[in-house]
C-alpha cells in the first residue's frame, strides 16, 4: 500500500514569491493534516481537513496561507507572499479520522526561501 | 505553539549500550506517542500509549505513560546502528499530538 506523497520534495524560491505544495494521502483515510517543522523542532498543526472541511485551521497564519482539499482526497497547501521566516519542512499526515487513530505522515516538502 | 520538554535533546552512544530519553508537560494528555524521524522523511509512530501508568514494549523500545499523565519515558535496549535519527514524544488529547523538540540519537559501531 502507497503512504503519503507529497511533491515536490524540495522548493528554492526567493521571498515575495509563491509557492504551492502537493499531498496525497493513503486511500481510505478521512483526515489529512499539514504540519510545519523547523530546524530543531517537532511537527506543528496548521490545518486538519476531515473529508473536504477544515475543521482546525487557528494555527493557519490565514494572512499568507491557504490550503484546499477540494474534493475531500487530494490537498495543497500555498503560501502568498513566502516570507524568509517560512523556510521550513512542511509535513503532510493522513489518518483513517477517529479520534486517535495514527497519522502516517509522507516524507515532507522542504522549502527554502531566499 | 506548545511544544512538550523533551530531554535529553542529543545523545552520542556505542553500539550496544542502552538509551532512555523521557518527556514531560505541564498539561494532562490521554495519549502519549513515541515516533522516530530519519533524515528527509517524516515521522514514524514506535509506540503508542493510552492509560496512565501503561506500559508498553515493542522489541528493543520499552514505553511507560506517567500516573500523572504528564510525562513518559523511551527505552532502547542494546543499541544498533539504525537505531540513529530524532525521537519525538508527542501527547495527544483528541486529533492533534503536541510534540516535543526531539532527542537526537547518534550510534557509533
Known amino acids: 500500500e502507497a503512504g503519503v506523497v507529497q511533491s515536490p520534495r524540495y522548493k528554492i524560491i526567493e521571498k515575495k514569491q509563491p509557492v504551492a505544495f502537493w499531498c496525497n494521502p493513503i486511500s481510505g483515510h478521512n483526515t489529512l493534516y499539514w504540519y510545519l517543522q523547523n530546524l530543531g523542532q517537532g511537527p506543528e498543526l496548521l490545518i486538519r481537513?476531515?473529508?473536504?472541511?477544515?475543521?482546525?485551521d487557528s494555527q493557519l497564519p490565514k494572512d499568507r496561507f491557504s490550503a484546499e482539499r477540494l474534493k475531500g482526497v487530494d490537498s495543497t497547501l500555498k503560501i502568498q507572499p513566502a516570507e524568509l521566516g517560512d523556510s521550513a519542512v512542511y509535513l503532510c499526515?493522513?489518518?483513517?479520522?477517529?479520534?486517535?487513530?495514527?497519522?502516517?505522515f509522507g516524507p515532507g516538502t522542504r522549502l527554502t526561501v531566499l | 505553539g506548545q511544544q512538550l520538554n523533551q530531554s535529553p535533546q542529543s545523545m552520542f552512544i556505542q553500539e550496544g549500550e542502552d538509551v532512555s530519553m523521557n518527556c514531560t508537560s505541564s498539561?494532562?494528555?490521554?495519549?502519549w506517542l513515541w515516533y522516530k524521524q530519519d533524515p528527509g522523511e517524516g515521522p514514524v509512530l514506535l509506540i503508542a500509549?493510552?492509560?496512565?501508568?501503561e506500559l508498553t514494549s515493542n522489541g528493543r523500545l520499552t514505553a511507560q505513560f506517567g500516573i500523572t499523565r504528564k510525562d513518559s519515558f523511551l527505552n532502547i535496549s542494546a543499541s544498533i546502528p539504525s537505531d540513529v535519527g530524532i525521537y519525538f514524544c508527542a501527547g495527544q488529547l483528541s486529533y492533534i499530538p503536541t510534540f516535543g523538540r526531539g532527542t537526537s540519537l547518534i550510534v557509533h559501531p
Open positions: 481537513y476531515e473529508n473536504e472541511e477544515a475543521v482546525d
Open positions: 499526515a493522513s489518518s483513517l479520522g477517529r479520534a486517535g487513530d495514527e497519522q502516517f
Open positions: 498539561s494532562i494528555f490521554n495519549t
Open positions: 500509549l493510552y492509560k496512565a501508568g
